[in-house]
T-cell receptor, first 115, second 111 residues
């Protein structure tokens, strides 16, 4: 159990367009979901924490108007990168927190390339 | 401030050569210490959660231990397929469920 999926796995877009990334918990209900980004050869950087039905909590330095997070159900959270620029190119990873556990289970990641 | 430091940054082993990875941490009220394995281009794969000093967990060739200041991931008789980056993270006693990650240890096991 505890499987998390992400879609798409890889996306290429033009500068100025918006991109939506989906994160789903497949076999459990996620009370909390997290979004991270990871640059090459670096560790994970937390961007925001989202709870179902409430506004996301963003980490310092993360623009909430640029990285829109929606947690519409207990199994789905989406991250929309608005007006993407080349510097937004990165590896975006979500994780889900199962109720009653401390462990976060991670998705496979989405590679975003903005041209 | 909560902090996690992993060492070494990189480790090269021969197949069958056992070793240990270190994770030193400073946290207010530890709620859990987590080990993950990450392969290139993939998301972290959960390995272990440790909650209190003295706790140990094992899975195949891996064994994780925890003290009040650090955790070790022992790798016994590693195989080339154990090559990956191993990440350590802690969750503190605050109101959030945030994880604080170390920078990882890149393990390469040569046949």
């Amino acid at each position: 159990g505890a499987v998390v999926s992400q879609h798409p796995s890889r996306v290429i877009c033009k500068s100025g367009t918006s991109v939506k990334i989906e994160c789903r918990s497949l076999d459990f209900q996620a009370t909390t979901m997290f979004w991270y980004r990871q640059f090459p050869k670096q560790s994970l950087m937390l961007m925001a924490t989202s709870n179902e039905g409430s506004k996301a909590t963003y980490e310092q330095g993360v623009e909430k108007d640029k990285f829109l997070i929606n947690h519409a159900s207990l199994t789905l959270s989406t991250l929309t990168v608005t007006s993407a620029h080349p510097e937004d190119s990165s590896f975006y990873i979500c994780s889900a927190h199962r109720g009653g556990e401390e462990t976060q289970y991670f998705g496979p990641g989405t590679r975003l390339l903005v041209l | 401030e909560d902090q996690v430091t992993q060492s070494p940054e990189a480790l090269r082993l021969q197949e069958g050569e056992s070793s240990s990875l270190n994770c030193s941490y400073t946290v207010s009220g530890l709620r859990g210490l987590f080990w993950y394995r990450q392969d290139p281009g993939k998301g972290p794969e959960f390995l272990f959660t440790l909650y209190s000093a003295g706790e140990e967990k094992e899975k195949e060739r891996l064994k994780a231990t925890l003290t009040k200041k650090e955790s070790f991931l022992h790798i016994t008789a590693p195989k080339p397929e154990d090559s990956a980056t191993y990440l350590c993270a802690v969750q503190g006693g605050g109101a959030t469920n945030k994880l604080i990650f170390g920078t990882g240890t890149l393990l390469a096991v040569q046949p």
